[in-house]
């Protein structure tokens, strides 16, 4: 049976920083608010776009101002989600070289514009399934995405890896009973002082002769 590597996307796949970057500071401008640096809206990535305008804004913004900011977030980014954003480093090289494990994506992004990036990127076709914060009724760290690609790639649990660089995606694995791996370049390493994967790598290049073992 091939293992089944699943992916967290932005900070594990792709540096996204600096579209995401301008992208909030679109709408904080808007609202009149300052600017915040790469390293802040790191720190607000992860949970899905609801949940990062909620940040953006503020815990005292109007639920109506939310949404309205989604909706322009959302319509910016689309159109500059690929101004800046790049694989990181050994990303493309380890995905070919990956070709006998079945590789999907779950992600908290939404699941439109994650097909397009990775399309974007040239790296779509190395995944079975992609699937995005609006795929299901739940995100991250509900475990229904791993089922599902479990599902999609007759998959069995002993062999599956959830990768990412968040404690959401330790627990997303830990709830679905997968073996987890953090990397250490992204956004929200940090969390994994309290919430540690089974493995954490410092490359990309490093995730194939681990997963190989």
Known sequence: MKPVLIFDLD???VDSKKDLTASVNYIREKFDLPVLTEE????????????????T????????NVQSALQ?????????MLDHTVLYAGVRETLDRLHDC?????????????????????IYRHFTAVYGGNSFDQKKPAPVG??????????????TWMIGDSAVDVLTGRNAGITTCGV????????????PPDFLIDRFSDLEPLIRG
Do not use: W
């Open 57 to 64: 804004l503020g815990p005292r913004e109007t639920e109506s």
């Open 72 to 80: 322009m977030f959302l319509a910016y980014y689309r159109a500059h």
């Open 146 to 159: 791993i089922y599902q690609i479990l599902s999609d790639t007759k998959g069995q649990r002993e062999r």
């Open 102 to 122: 079945r590789l999907a994506v779950l992600t908290n992004k939404p699941v439109h514009f994650s097909c397009a990036m990775l399309d974007g990127l040239g």
């Open 11 to 13: 900070g594990t796949l």
């Open 184 to 195: 250490t370049y992204g956004y929200n390493t940090d969390s994994f002082k309290s919430t």
């Open 40 to 55: 802040e809206i790191a720190g607000l990535i992860g949970d899905g776009a609801v949940m990062l305008i909620r940040r």
